[in-house]
């Protein structure tokens, strides 16, 4: 059964940071490629980060790239995504995905994951 289980999400002021974590279980993910994505009220759920969980690929999204930066923590069978430089913008429930042997091409999709965490809530505001 596979498991995926966000935690980290909170409040936090405009500019500041917060390290949000998917702790993945019920298998090995050793073949597979993970994803953040976020969606906030009333928009569609949108693109963040996606790593391949033995390394060797990560995409960011436009509007995230610089700030945010996602790791793959073996030891603790967890996929990190450390949020610098916070925004307003970047307000919303924080969903990790997971899929195997998904190619390349296909991480940034939502479409792409079969595996889904219930979110975690980000909140940026004064």
């Known amino acids: 059964q596979v498991q995926l289980v966000e935690s980290g999400g909170g409040l936090v002021q405009p500019g500041g940071s917060l390290r949000i974590s998917c702790e993945a279980s019920g298998r090995t993910f050793g073949n597979s490629a993970m994803g953040w994505f976020r969606q906030a009220p009333g928009k569609d759920r949108e693109f963040i980060a996606a790593?391949?969980?033995?390394?060797?690929?990560?995409f960011y999204a436009d509007y995230v790239k610089g700030r945010f930066s996602s790791a793959i923590e073996k030891a603790k069978n967890t996929v990190a995504l450390q949020m610098n430089n916070l925004k307003s913008e970047d307000t919303g429930v924080y969903y990790c995905?997971?899929?195997?042997?998904?190619?390349?091409?296909?991480?940034?999709?939502?479409?792409?994951?079969?595996?889904w965490g219930q979110g975690t809530q980000v909140t940026v505001s004064s």
């Open positions: 790593i391949r969980w033995n390394g060797g690929a990560t």
């Open positions: 995905a997971a899929e195997f042997g998904i190619i390349v091409t296909s991480m940034r999709s939502s479409r792409s994951y079969a595996y």
